[in-house]
């Protein structure tokens, strides 16, 4: 008897409270967001802490047809930054990775914090908050290099 109090016992907080590792997230450095035409994945900055930063990400294109998408954000020096990208229907894009340059620009945030960025594809843009990292992961370092 006193075997199954203590089984309960032990259990018994596991029952009680929400689990935290069921709850679906992005395995990423970067964030990630769903419209119903783009899915936006690992999207970040790297910056070299000095004001020179590089925006990258994967967008992928969830429809048949190709999809002309924009991000946009501010810089540092109050300019609109805008970033084109065409996807074909049914493929990626990878902005920074895979053969194409990262999208540069000037941010004097520190690495550590987010930093506004749109993506629109129709009709009003989504928000996204996006970390700015530094090179001390090895995989960032070529971007600021």
Do not use: W
Not at 10 to 28: F, H, M, N
Not at 45 to 62: E, P, Q, R, T, Y
Not at 82 to 89: A, H
Request: proline share 6%.
């Amino acid at each position: 008897m006193a075997a199954v109090l203590t089984i309960f016992a032990l259990t018994g907080c596991s029952l009680s409270r929400e689990v935290a590792s069921l709850d679906p997230y992005s395995p990423s450095d970067g964030v990630q967001i769903d419209l119903p035409e783009i899915k936006a994945r690992n999207v970040l900055f790297v910056s070299d802490g000095k004001g020179n930063a590089v925006l990258i990400g994967s967008f992928i294109n969830a429809t048949g047809e190709t999809v002309n998408a924009q991000l946009e954000t501010m810089d540092s020096n109050g300019e609109v930054v805008i970033t084109e990208v065409s996807i074909e229907g049914g493929s990626k894009f990878d902005l920074g990775y895979n053969g194409t340059e990262g999208k540069e620009l000037t941010l004097t945030e520190l690495p550590g914090s987010m930093h506004p960025v749109y993506l629109r594809v129709t009709g009003d843009p989504a928000q996204m908050l996006v970390p700015i990292l530094d090179g001390t992961l090895e995989e960032y370092r070529p971007f600021i290099d």
